[in-house]
């Protein structure tokens, strides 16, 4: 007869908003909200009373005491459609594989979980998504520590960290984990240890090691993965053999998803995603595609790309060969952290299968570029 929700509540995500006409408007993003035009008197006190306090026969019991015209069916049916547009939540939810602490810690996420709720599921349930899952991050320098750090503070269950290099002075205007007393230790030992700082609930497996194109190695570090950050230059679209091209491989017969980010102070790029899901486009398939639309068509700037990728300086031996800085690093790791939580718990559609999107930090202009139909 009812609905299986013990104690019905309007999500606590979703305001109650009444117009000076009278209309009632339930939650704020417009494609998820949904409007009660010109609703009866019987309408607000259901919603008044759907504050986790009562029990559907108790709201049933109080509404019929009040003389106000109404039928039980009416209250169930309503309620049922509150239930089924994703308006209303059990106030009595429990995991058992969050405590008490991390359901309080992540509380205001929980709240963006619920105001999407693409799978029309208690926020909980997101989240638990999350601590069931396992990201791999390939990389712990600018863009590694930053991606790292935020998938912690949402609550990843686990992070898989590999970084074969030691921190130096000069990585900490940009590196966010390490500090002064990091200089010269592992990058990865310090790296779990400023994200426990952060988030004692992430648990960090750690490989000191710079990876080869060594297939049977990178086999090991993907097993049991459940999405890939390739947190450095991605050069397996412009040179042979090489490292990026090797996990690719190894991703798609895994069926695990890979993002790609890239920057400097001065621009920055999110995505592509490859989902790696049987269905989409592979990096494979766009990767000569990808090539020809990275060089200029301006034969003079090409020419000097062309002779950049092959380290052609004159300017002797370049053992830095980039420049970075932490502003732009905290913009490209949001953006792309907040895509990952998307393809992982699926509580929001994601932006960025097949898409490359460009910023410029200069001028705030952007670009992008559709990988999967050579839109650009």
Not at 201 to 216: G, M, V
Not at 263 to 279: A, K, T
Not at 347 to 369: A, P
Request: proline share 3%.
């Amino acid at each position: 007869m009812y609905s299986g929700i013990t104690k019905p509540m309007i999500k606590r995500s979703h305001h109650v908003i009444e117009s000076d006409n009278g209309n009632i408007c339930i939650g704020e993003i417009p494609s998820k909200a949904k409007i009660i035009k010109s609703p009866p008197e019987w309408v607000k006190v259901v919603l008044s009373k759907l504050d986790g306090e009562h029990t559907l026969p108790r709201i049933i019991k109080e509404l019929l005491n009040r003389n106000l015209n109404i039928e039980e069916y009416e209250v169930i049916d309503f309620i049922q459609k509150m239930i089924s547009c994703g308006l209303v939540e059990d106030n009595i939810i429990s995991s058992e594989l969050l405590s008490s602490r991390e359901i309080e810690l992540y509380d205001r996420q929980l709240l963006q979980f619920s105001l999407v709720d693409n799978d029309n599921l208690s926020s909980i349930r997101y989240q638990e998504r999350l601590k069931k899952s396992r990201v791999l991050v390939l990389g712990m320098g600018g863009w590694g520590t930053w991606c790292s750090l935020q998938l912690a503070l949402m609550g990843v269950g686990t992070l898989r960290i590999v970084d074969g290099d030691i921190v130096e002075l000069s990585n900490l205007n940009r590196q966010v984990l390490y500090t002064e007393e990091d200089i010269g230790k592992r990058k990865v030992d310090s790296a779990e240890n400023g994200i426990y700082k952060h988030n004692k609930h992430t648990k960090i497996e750690k490989f000191f090691e710079f990876l080869t194109p060594n297939e049977n190695r990178i086999n090991d570090l993907l097993n049991n993965v459940d999405m890939i950050l390739l947190a450095w230059a991605s050069l397996g679209y412009y040179k042979k053999n090489t490292v990026e091209e090797v996990i690719h491989k190894v991703a798609i017969d895994k069926s695990i998803p890979i993002i790609e980010l890239g920057g400097d102070p001065h621009e920055i790029s999110i995505g592509p995603i490859y989902l790696n899901n049987q269905i989409g486009k592979t990096y494979f398939d766009v990767k000569h595609q990808i090539k020809k639309t990275f060089y200029s068509d301006d034969p003079t700037v090409k020419e000097f790309q062309e002779a950049r990728m092959k380290q052609q300086f004159l300017n002797g031996v370049r053992t830095v060969n980039a420049w970075q800085s932490s502003p732009s690093l905290a913009v490209m790791s949001g953006l792309v952290v907040d895509q990952v939580i998307k393809v992982i718990t699926k509580y929001d559609t994601i932006s960025l299968e097949g898409r490359k999107v460009t910023i410029s930090l200069r001028d705030l202009s952007f670009s992008e570029e559709n990988l999967f139909n050579g839109d650009k």
